[in-house]
């Protein structure tokens, strides 16, 4: 039986010799990957049955799509709701602002009293600013006149896009909702899938 320590000190000595004689090790095999996640923006090929002007989100593969035109659309990457938060459903865009002033709606403060203790039994409104959880932009989706509370909104929290980390809002950089944000008009269809 070949110990442990053997078995290390000669695979060692065995890629030293190849990399001194200047030997190329054959790559390991591997199994085709999917794609990295990439939230960049970027022009993709979409369905035919979207029109240009609404927004599709891919809550499970964490992109946004502005559809720019037939069977075209820019792509975003976001962060999503945690499980068991997150909104689905169709919506519309009713509002939008520029640094957006926040402040956390009374279920979220009751499942997190320790993290939302600032807003604890007060009406504080945090204002807009770089330290907002709402970053840059706001857009408010509405369904049927009525405000949702979900919104798609900029982070102070970069490190979340590409996960499902929110209480149920749509995240995106602030550089890529600024950009959104400038390209959609108050009445834009949203779908959440």
């Known amino acids: 039986m070949v110990s442990r320590r053997a078995f290390s000190t000669s695979a060692l000595a065995a890629f030293s010799a190849a990399s001194l004689t200047g030997l190329a090790l054959p790559a390991p095999a591997l199994a085709k990957e999917a794609p990295a996640y990439d939230p960049t ?59 957006p002033s926040w402040r956390p709606t009374a279920e979220m403060i009751k499942r997190s009293p320790r993290t939302y203790s600032r807003f604890v039994d007060n009406e504080y409104i945090q204002p807009g600013g770089p330290n907002n959880p709402l970053g840059a932009r706001a857009l408010y989706l ?22 499902s980390a929110s209480n149920g809002c749509i995240r995106m950089l602030n550089e890529h909702v600024t950009d959104l944000y400038d390209r959609v008009p108050v009445g834009t269809k949203v779908t959440v899938m």
């Open 142 to 163: 509405y369904q049927n006149g009525v405000d949702t509370y979900f919104r798609i909104h900029g982070t102070t929290q970069p490190e979340t896009i590409g996960s």
């Open 41 to 99: 923006p970027q022009y993709v090929r979409i369905k035919k049955e979207f029109l240009p002007g609404q927004i599709l989100i891919l809550t499970r593969s964490y992109y946004l799509y502005l559809v720019t035109d037939k069977r075209e659309a820019i792509r975003y990457g976001v962060g999503v709701g945690k499980a068991g938060l997150e909104f689905t459903g169709s919506a519309i865009i009713e509002r939008k602002r520029e640094w």
